[in-house]
């Protein structure tokens, strides 16, 4: 079974940083493209960033400039680095990976809370 763990949310003002990590564990042979989402209130979850196993990113419009993502396959870690947030960033944000093990799965972790003050 694999586990993703995220952390790193919280409450910041606009124009503030945070920075959210999420570490995956179980019996992990590798792991493929890892993401962020996100889902606000009463909206769909959106994706907000992804990068492969082979560092190609891609990102939402709406955050494009301020956020990058990375990993660390080392610890089976990919982080979001956000920047210039606004309210409308505010959201639970979820970290999604292909995981390869016994089997290959598409796995999620539990969401970490944003909160962007005006």
């Known amino acids: 079974q694999v586990q993703l763990a995220e952390s790193g949310g919280g409450l910041v003002q606009a124009g503030g940083s945070l920075r959210l990590s999420c570490a995956a564990s179980?019996?992990?042979?590798?792991?493929?493209?890892m993401r962020w989402y996100r889902q606000a209130p009463g909206k769909e979850r959106e994706l907000v960033a992804e990068v492969t196993s082979s560092g190609n990113t891609k990102y939402a419009d709406s955050v494009k400039g301020r956020f990058t993502i990375s990993r660390d396959d080392a610890k089976n870690t990919v982080y979001l680095q956000m920047n210039s947030l606004k309210p409308e960033d505010t959201a639970v944000y979820y970290c999604?990976?292909?995981?390869?093990?016994?089997?290959?799965?598409?796995?999620w972790g539990q969401g970490t809370q944003v909160t962007v003050s005006s």
């Open positions: 179980g019996r992990i042979i590798s792991i493929n493209a």
């Open positions: 999604n990976a292909d995981v390869r093990t016994i089997y290959n799965g598409r796995y």
